[in-house]
């Protein structure tokens, strides 16, 4: 079965970092890109950016670049959501997503999520 | 970045019901369209993707259309469990931009 997992829930205080990470299995992982989705507490899915395990390309969103870094290690099979200094405002959940192709842009499946709370 | 807009943002319907939702590109995403449904706590579940192929295991009841700029998602009869919030997503560009979400409740 292919499937992402994702970290357990967080809870942190502004100006902490956080490593959050989302592990692919039942496929070849360095092939498939694995994108970030951010949904704020009662509020709609955000696109955050994507990464290529095989050689770590990263796309990011305008609105994320420079907030946040995407990494990957292809010999854990991870991929990898971070922050250096926590805000109260990146309190959400956070989804992870492998991407099938460009033909089909097709992203499936998705990880169960990662709630990460910001509070002082 | 192309920017992607829902209607309606919500939506009551009943039991049986006929639903349309539609979802608009401020530019051209030829096919490159999907369409996720959400329920609250759970990840969002893709149903349709390059704007009308049906995702595996998804009823036949969802059917996706358009190309260019204008989509719809449609609901043929509206079961219990279809209540949720859906979602459109382009595919076109790599910001992957998602509409606002059309939130689906029972009348």
């Known amino acids: 079965e292919v499937q992402l997992v994702q970290s357990g829930a967080e809870v942190k205080k502004p100006g902490e970092s956080l490593k959050i990470s989302c592990k692919g299995s039942?496929?070849?992982?360095?092939?498939?890109?694995i994108g970030w989705v951010r949904q704020m507490p009662g509020k709609g899915l955000e696109w955050m950016g994507i990464?290529?395990?095989?050689?770590?390309?990263?796309k990011y969103s305008p609105s994320f670049q420079g907030q946040v870094s995407i990494s990957v290690d292809k010999s854990f099979s991870t991929a990898y959501l971070q922050w250096t200094s926590l805000k109260a405002s990146d309190t959400a959940m956070y989804y992870c997503?492998?991407?099938?192709?460009?033909?089909?842009?097709?992203?499936?499946?998705w990880g169960q999520g990662t709630l990460v709370t910001v509070s002082s | 970045d192309i920017q992607m807009t829902q209607s309606p943002s919500s939506l009551s319907a009943s039991v049986g019901d006929r639903v349309t939702i539609t979802c608009r590109a401020s530019?051209?995403?030829?096919?490159?369209l999907n369409w996720y449904q959400q329920k609250p706590g759970k990840a969002p579940k893709v149903l349709i993707y390059?704007?009308?192929s049906l995702h595996s295991g998804v009823p036949s009841r969802f059917t996706g259309s358009g190309s260019g700029t204008d989509f719809t998602l449609t609901i043929s009869s509206l079961q219990p469990e279809d209540f949720a919030t859906y979602y459109c997503?382009?595919?076109?560009?790599?910001?992957?931009?998602f509409g606002q979400g059309t939130n689906l409740d029972i009348k």
């Open positions: 997503a492998r991407y099938a192709d460009s033909k089909s842009g097709l992203f499936d499946p």
């Open positions: 039942g496929y070849s992982f360095i092939n498939y890109w």
């Open positions: 990464i290529h395990p095989a050689n770590s390309e990263t």
């Open positions: 530019q051209s995403i030829n096919s490159y």
């Open positions: 390059a704007a009308s």
């Open positions: 997503q382009q595919t076109f560009t790599t910001s992957y931009t």
